[in-house]
């Protein structure tokens, strides 16, 4: 984002866009945007924007390098909170909203914040304050981009269909990760709404959000991401997706690459649910991944539609070689078997879970996970799993197929 080193080779140009602002604030605004080493661009909206009442945009501003907003939450919040929207959608990934309000409400700030603004100005209009916000956003554009230190990895989770259990799977994972290996550890439900992360452990998750944090990124820190995961009692880490219906937001791609290479920065493994669309966003997590496990259950329809997904992917030209079939409640009886599924998908069978129907809804209804302490079947698979992502067994290789996978000796 912001590809925009400033140097005397290069112009960089900035769109100014002030939205039900005061005309005497507007001024000031304009005035103190003048005195910033930028081509200037400006257009003012008297009433609030959306996709229902679309402004009329210049392609000189549709053509600059970035572009600020400045928008009056007072007047009305509901349309501010649309408008903000609606300018995300149309210079996604080069822009920065500012939020002006005279309200001293924390709830404002959260609205705004919420609604995408990277910024809030208070009333009445401070140049100093408004200017040293100017000069954060110059240093932010005008410095070279930098690729977040990788020091994490980045496992993700694709249910081939709804139900096969690959939320369950995820959340395991992470909190076994934590438990017997004190891994810091992110879990991240990439749902655009109704996901069930937060429902499996416990935990609050209406707070904050994954798209939030996406919106976000530009000012993204240690400090300011503690703010937006909820804690489990484990230590896991979590980002939840909205619970309520009609409330996923699409996430600019460009946005969510960023969000988590950074994320990948701060923890030692980012644990990504996704739901089973191959958009822009979850191809953008499975470009970043370090292993992407597909799981399905031992039934035809699964099976079907595990070989349709791995067709998918390799038709996108994704590497097989961190991709990994999990075949999920697996028994003898009634199943398809191991050897039908690998010809059906011509991938091998990675990684075998016992069926621990039982065990896992009372997990579920408790909000308990189930713990490692645990002698179960289900227990043991998962120590193993978490020990083998940290890399401290040795797995043995039993499977002759073509892209033999390290978890081949469960199956």
């Not at 149309?90 to 920065?96: D, N």
Request: hydrophobic fraction near 40%; aromatic fraction near 8%.
């Amino acid at each position: 984002m912001f590809n925009s080193t400033q140097d005397s080779t290069r112009i960089f140009s900035t769109a100014l866009l002030t939205v039900c602002v005061e005309p005497e604030t507007m001024d000031e605004i304009v005035q103190t945007v003048e005195s910033m080493p930028w081509v200037l661009v400006t257009a003012d909206f008297e009433a609030y924007i959306s996709a229902a009442r679309r402004p009329n945009l210049s392609q000189q501003i549709k053509m600059t390098n970035a572009c600020i907003a400045v928008v009056d939450f007072d007047k009305d919040p509901e349309q501010a909170v649309e408008t903000t929207k609606y300018l995300q959608m149309m210079f996604p990934g080069k822009i920065a909203i500012v939020a002006l309000s005279e309200s001293q409400d924390p709830s404002v700030l959260l609205l705004a914040m919420r609604a995408g603004c990277s910024e809030f100005l208070k009333k009445p209009f401070n140049h100093t304050v408004f200017l040293e916000t100017l000069k954060r956003l110059d240093q932010l554009w005008s410095a070279p981009e930098v690729k977040a230190e990788k020091t994490g990895s980045m496992l993700s989770f694709f249910g081939a269909k709804g139900g096969v259990g690959s939320t369950t799977l995820a959340v395991h994972l992470a909190m076994y990760l934590v438990q017997c290996h004190q891994k810091r550890t992110l879990l991240i439900d990439n749902h655009p709404q109704l996901g069930h992360v937060c429902v499996y452990l416990g935990l609050d998750g209406s707070r904050y959000h994954l798209n939030e944090v996406v919106r976000n990124v530009n000012r993204l820190d240690s400090d300011l991401l503690r703010g937006f995961t909820a804690k489990h009692s484990s230590g896991l880490e979590v980002l939840s997706s909205p619970d309520v219906c009609g409330d996923g937001q699409v996430m600019d791609a460009d946005s969510v690459t960023r969000t988590l290479a950074f994320l990948r920065s701060e923890y030692d493994y980012v644990i990504v649910d996704c739901a089973t669309s191959l958009d822009e966003t979850n191809l953008a997590v499975i470009e970043g991944s370090s292993q992407v496990y597909l799981v399905a259950t031992p039934e035809i329809g699964a099976i079907r539609d595990l070989s349709r997904y791995v067709d998918k992917l390799m038709q996108i030209e994704f590497t097989t070689e961190k991709m990994h079939v999990v075949i999920n409640r697996f028994s003898s009886r009634y199943a398809v078997n191991i050897e039908q599924i690998e010809k059906a998908i011509h991938l091998p069978v990675a990684i075998k879970l016992p069926n621990s129907y039982t065990e896992l809804v009372r997990s579920v209804n408790l909000g308990e996970p189930i713990a490692p302490q645990r002698k179960s079947e289900f227990a043991m698979q998962f120590t193993k799993w978490a020990n083998n992502v940290v890399g401290s067994m040795e797995l043995s290789i039993e499977h002759e197929a073509p892209r033999k996978s390290l978890f081949a000796k469960w199956v």
